[in-house]
């Protein structure tokens, strides 16, 4: 017991407990390291991506672009047509974009289409890791 509450001791416990967590840590961040390179060339980007798109970068099993659009109604950022709530536009999370085609009968038919910011990404991330650890 004397030799294992010596302070010298201790301190070298200590130090071989921080070394593998460095160690660990390390080996984390190698592994991370593709996500993190493609999450930051999406972030520094100013384009908006479809919700698709946002599922894949996002990468969560199980959830995809329909599952996505449910979790933002039930969360109320979407709306029931799944349009973005102003407010969530306004913060730089949406963009809703018009787009339009040519319908067989020869109208010109328009619609909108949810985008995604890369804030919004970031705050679709939190949202999720929120909602999973419940």
Not at 46 to 58: D, F, H, I
Not at 82 to 99: K, S
Request: hydrophobic fraction near 35%; avoid cysteine.
């Amino acid at each position: 017991e004397k030799q294992w509450n010596d302070p010298q001791a201790i301190i070298a416990r200590a130090l071989k407990l921080a070394n593998n967590k460095i160690e660990e840590l390390l080996t984390q961040r190698e592994d991370d390291k593709p996500k993190i390179e493609f999450y930051d060339e999406f972030a520094e980007s100013k384009n908006a991506v479809e919700m698709s798109k946002a599922a894949k970068v996002l990468n969560i099993p199980g959830i995809g672009r329909t599952k996505l659009f449910q979790i933002l109604r039930d969360e109320h950022i979407l709306r029931s047509n799944n349009e973005p709530y102003q407010r969530f536009i306004d913060n730089g999370h949406f963009r809703v974009a018009i787009n339009s085609f040519q319908h067989p009968s020869g109208d010109r038919i328009q619609y909108t289409k949810t985008l995604v910011l890369p804030r919004g990404l970031n705050h679709i991330r939190k949202l999720i890791e929120r909602i999973q650890k419940q």
